[in-house]
């Protein structure tokens, strides 16, 4: 793995308060539920080839509309 990278990220209360519920009860630190989420997200944005597929289910959406 290469260098890390920094961001910094605001929340709102409630979110927060939702973050620090999830870490408390998986025994993590808000910071490493935030890093699975985000982890988990681009995984579901992307196919095996490491390809966005956001462009087709943009397309999927506006096709379905009429």
């Known amino acids: 793995m290469g260098k890390s990278n920094?961001?910094?990220v605001r929340?709102?209360?409630r979110t927060?308060?939702?973050?620090?519920?999830i870490a408390e009860v998986t025994?993590?630190?808000v910071y490493g539920v935030v890093r699975g989420?985000?982890?988990?997200a681009v995984n579901q944005?992307?196919?095996?080839?490491?390809?966005?597929?956001i462009d087709e289910a943009e397309k999927d959406k506006?096709?379905?509309q009429p």
Do not use: P, Q, S, Y
Not at 16 to 21: C, F, S, T, Y
Not at 37 to 40: E, M, N, P, S
Not at 45 to 52: F, M, S, T, Y
């Open 27 to 29: 025994g993590l630190k």
């Open 6 to 8: 920094k961001i910094t």
């Open 45 to 53: 944005l992307i196919d095996e080839r490491g390809n966005l597929i």
């Open 62 to 64: 506006e096709a379905d």
């Open 11 to 13: 929340f709102d209360d």
């Open 37 to 40: 989420l985000v982890a988990r």
């Open 16 to 21: 927060w308060m939702i973050l620090e519920e």
